[in-house]
């Protein structure tokens, strides 16, 4: 995910780096970072889409199909090789149009393959996986019922932002004929003041830092030292918790799962769970993993086994046992069964099966 996120996040950068350095009076530096950037530019598209769609279904992985949507990418690296057979490419004629702010739409021959490569190339990409994006977000009944309100401000804003940004690149094909200096300036003021924006929304909600944005911050994941140590040891030398605290953190964390029941939510993180307690982060998760012989997930995910056997028999007729879990606050099958085998040594049918017959 977070791959696709930074594909993404070059092609941008590489856009604004060819715009600036088209101004310099170095034409190899210009040419090179043209080329290196071009093919992210036919591959932000399909990740911009894929990232989106996965995110709202739950999926952290491409399948082998998905790849085919690198194939514009693929192409462009082939369109950009020095080959012997390669045409001459008129770098000050692509360095005047992109200074016209007319980089999606270089009519001039960039490389390999003819001009309508890149400027009907890039546009078609972008309006195709834009609307694919949306309708995919649209459609999508997961949004409403799988996703925190974390998760779907994140999405919400990230595809907002970015249908701006793709959707402004189309600005110069409605005014084509405007090459004032003045058109030029706005344009990048526009741009800065839409980015400054994004940065000051960021700042001030720091939980999209939490697995959405860059990082992908494991708080489950037990710490070596807290592993080597002794239970009675770390709990008085390195969290500095009393045991009467361990307790009350431990009944205030299990009766916050009982009754409200965040573990349905599929992207649900400790840091909300510490949050909505008001107790910090590092007490929740030394409290799961110390006091309650767990890690995070796999504590979350014994409260969701739990609430599926509880559900299942009542829904079964309707529902199948895959409905069931994603309902029961899985993001995918896979983790499901890994989960439902840890809990009970058994995998459903089989666990069911034996209920039955006894």
């Not at 290196?36 to 279904?57: E, M």
């Not at 910090?280 to 997930?297: A, E, G, M």
């Not at 796999?298 to 046992?321: A, E, H």
Request: proline share 5%.
């Amino acid at each position: 995910m977070n791959r696709l996120l930074s594909i993404i996040f070059i092609a941008r950068f590489g856009q604004v780096l060819v715009s600036l350095l088209v101004n310099s009076q170095d034409k190899d530096v210009f040419s090179f970072f043209y080329q290196l950037s071009a093919p992210f530019y036919y591959a932000a598209p399909a990740c911009f889409y894929l990232y989106v769609t996965h995110f709202i279904n739950g999926r952290t992985q491409l399948r082998k199909f998905e790849w085919l949507h690198f194939i514009p990418a693929f192409l462009a690296i082939i369109h950009l090789l020095p080959l012997p057979f390669s045409p001459e490419i008129k770098w000050d004629v692509i360095g005047d149009q992109i200074r016209d702010n007319k980089q999606l739409f270089i009519t001039e021959r960039s490389g390999l393959f003819p001009s309508w490569f890149y400027y009907l190339g890039r546009p078609f990409l972008l309006l195709v996986y834009l609307t694919a994006t949306w309708f995919a977000v649209l459609k999508s009944k997961v949004i409403d019922d799988h996703i925190d309100a974390n998760g779907k401000k994140w999405i919400f804003f990230f595809i907002r932002a970015a249908t701006f940004f793709q959707l402004v690149s189309f600005l110069p094909l409605m005014i084509w004929d405007v090459e004032e200096p003045i058109f030029n300036t706005s344009f990048i003021i526009l741009n800065c003041v839409v980015l400054l924006v994004i940065v000051v929304f960021i700042m001030h909600q720091p939980k999209l830092f939490y697995g959405y944005l860059f990082v992908a911050v494991d708080m489950e994941k037990k710490p070596e030292e807290v592993k080597e140590l002794p239970k009675a040891t770390v709990s008085v030398k390195k969290v500095n918790l009393l045991p009467d605290q361990l307790a009350i953190y431990s009944d205030l964390m299990k009766s916050f799962m009982e009754n409200k029941k965040p573990y349905l939510q599929p992207n649900f993180q400790i840091v909300e769970l510490a949050n909505e307690l008001n107790i910090p982060v590092h007490h929740c998760s030394f409290v799961i993993n110390s006091f309650l012989d767990k890690n995070f997930r796999d504590w979350i995910n014994g409260y969701r086994i739990t609430f599926f056997i509880d559900q299942y028999p009542l829904k079964s007729d309707k529902m199948t046992i895959e409905s069931v879990a994603y309902e029961s606050g899985f993001k995918s099958l896979a983790t499901f069964y890994n989960a439902f085998k840890k809990e009970t040594g058994l995998m459903p049918k089989a666990f069911f099966s034996g209920k039955k017959a006894s």
